[in-house]
């Protein structure tokens, strides 16, 4: 009799399981319930990129009921590894999440710094800087027709959130920044 009720409720709770609405995803030490409509899930790896490792961090879209040319993604991953790897590498992030001193970006302009086929975000050159932080990197659109894809990262406490956008929402920057830090603060456990 007993062996019936664990084997029914094991059923159950496997079945609850299946039918969950997040996904559970786990990053220096937090829990975010991430609803199953934002999460990128990590079998969704093109083909010929290798295998995520969940403690690289995890990735969903900010906007999931958009048109997949239009969705933001956003990747969440740990600052410390981050910048572990960036170390001693001429890496973007070594001059934003990786820097000693916190960068100021809010209400500052940008200038574009454009090669044609790839081009940065600046901000403005501190005093003392040899050269002003890039904030964002953008790449070209075959054809040139469509926007650029472009991406920032940003601290949020001890994690790197970046934003994946395109060019024409460069000046919606903080508002897709300031949305995906909501979003993880409504998801935390």
Excluded at 49 to 63: E, H, I, M, Q, T
Excluded at 64 to 80: I, Y
Excluded at 88 to 112: F, H, M, Q, Y
Excluded at 116 to 136: H, I, N, R
């Amino acid at each position: 009799m007993d062996r019936r009720i664990f084997t029914s409720s094991l059923l159950v709770t496997s079945l609850l399981g299946a039918c969950s609405t997040s996904a559970e995803r786990r990053l220096e030490g937090r829990v975010f319930d991430i609803p199953k409509a934002n999460d990128i899930s990590d079998n969704d790896v093109p083909f010929f990129l290798p295998a995520l490792n969940p403690n690289d961090g995890f990735s969903f879209y900010l906007n999931p009921k958009a048109t997949l040319p239009q969705r933001n993604l956003v990747h969440v991953a740990s600052r410390q590894r981050l910048c572990a790897r960036a170390a001693g590498t001429e890496a973007l992030v070594n001059s934003t999440v990786c820097a000693t001193r916190p960068i100021s970006w809010r209400d500052r302009p940008l200038r574009k710094v454009s090669d044609g086929a790839f081009w940065t975000y600046d901000l403005p050159a501190e005093a003392g800087q040899k050269s002003p932080p890039s904030l964002v990197s953008c790449s070209a659109m075959g054809g040139g027709s469509r926007p650029g894809l472009c991406m920032t990262s940003l601290p949020y406490d001890d994690l790197v959130v970046t934003v994946h956008s395109r060019d024409n929402q460069i000046g919606s920057l903080q508002a897709l920044y300031d949305q995906s830090i909501a979003r993880l603060r409504t998801w935390k456990r």
